[in-house]
């Protein structure tokens, strides 16, 4: 027969075990408040507070307060100015902005006239989230007294850029590179360490003269060949089943996802580290993902996270990595120009390291 007492036995076991391993436990209430946190603050799809850029060719009365009017929706913050064309389309490929606000030199012509749209959004498309939040901005009022072209609904004509189709693969393809390797690289450096001591090989590297940075170097190097396989196979897939393209350099994809790899092979390293077991490094490595993939802008548009939201997603990998694949697959951008966010990359592999360093000792506990 069932015995009660020798359930209850048990059951009081296990949650003394459970007591004990604190890891587990934080795990208990830290991931439910952690995905609480994330999915009711920072997520939003109500997109506001674009990047924009303005060239007011025109520089008149009504065009400067067109441009306030614009700023003023909340949709769009203006965070520079140029005096063209060509320099707001510089400024979205290298992705400094989202949107780029053309007033044309004949503008208060077309206003009078009514024949044609008084002026064009420039908009990086590649996500159609924010194309379809830009295109609220179609309607904006030509002045403060509503003035507008009479035979035209439209202030603003709408150009899409890298994705007039709003095919949601052109976004998700390269965004997948960095989640991949993420899942991969992160989970399985997190259990180089915990499985040499399990396994009884920290003995055996006691005797040998390696040093702690020789073997945390010797660790990652085999996981950065499987990165770049990993890169090629996405990369193949997409261009083969969703047609989507790399238009800038396929040597640059290659150099940002290397330096991108080694930084997630960093903090895998430093998970197995403070992991005492197998199950343990599992753990501590899917808390780091949750954050980085909601955060990063590959599920969800960055400009629409709260301001807290994005400070914290910054000092995540996986944001900047998103920014530099999709800038060179998609607007066919160079190294150079998104080198903004490869240096945060090389700064994360080195802290990581540093710390994976310190805190590994080269002994059986």
Do not use: C
């Not at 949709?75 to 053309?102: C, N």
């Not at 189709?165 to 590179?177: F, T």
């Not at 996405?234 to 640059?252: C, E, K, M, W, Y």
Request: a neutral charge; glycine letters at 6%.
């Amino acid at each position: 027969m069932l015995s009660l007492g020798r359930v209850f036995a048990i059951a009081r076991k296990e949650a003394l075990q459970l007591r004990r391993d604190r890891l587990t436990f934080a795990m208990v209430f830290g991931m439910p408040i952690m995905q609480l946190l994330l999915f009711g603050y920072a997520i939003n799809q109500d997109v506001r507070h674009l990047s924009a850029g303005v060239a007011d060719l025109a520089a008149t009365e009504r065009s400067r307060s067109l441009i306030a009017d614009t700023q003023a929706s909340q949709v769009v913050d203006v965070v520079s100015t140029v005096h063209s064309a060509e320099a707001l389309e510089d400024q979205l490929r290298a992705g400094e902005i989202v949107v780029g606000i053309l007033i044309p030199r004949d503008f208060e012509r077309r206003v009078a006239t009514g024949d044609r749209p008084a002026a064009q959004l420039l908009v990086d498309g590649s996500d159609p989230v924010v194309l379809s939040a830009a295109q609220l901005l179609a309607d904006m009022p030509v002045s403060r007294d509503g003035i507008r072209s009479a035979a035209n609904d439209s202030t603003f004509e709408v150009r899409a850029y890298y994705n007039p189709e709003r095919r949601s693969s052109l976004q998700i393809v390269p965004g997948l590179v960095g989640v991949i390797l993420t899942m991969t690289m992160t989970l399985f450096t997190a259990v180089a360490i915990v499985r040499e001591r399990e396994r009884g090989n920290l003995e055996m590297l006691i005797t040998t003269p390696v040093r702690t940075p020789e073997l945390m170097v010797g660790k990652i190097l085999p996981y950065m060949l499987i990165g770049m396989m990993q890169v090629t196979l996405v990369l193949a897939v997409g261009a083969t089943l969703f047609d989507v393209p790399v238009r800038g350099s396929v040597i640059d994809v290659y150099s940002a996802s290397l330096i991108f790899v080694t930084a997630t092979l960093g903090l895998g390293l430093l998970v197995s580290t403070l992991a005492q077991t197998q199950f343990q490094a599992f753990q501590l490595a899917f808390f780091t993902f949750l954050p980085q993939i909601l955060l990063s802008g590959f599920m969800f548009p960055f400009d629409g996270m709260p301001r807290a939201a994005k400070w914290l997603a910054e000092l995540l990998p996986l944001t900047h990595f998103v920014r530099v694949i999709r800038g060179i697959t998609l607007r066919g951008a160079s190294l150079s120009e998104v080198g903004r966010d490869l240096w945060p990359l090389a700064v994360f592999f080195l802290a990581t390291m540093t710390l994976a360093t310190i805190r590994f000792r080269k002994r059986l506990d």
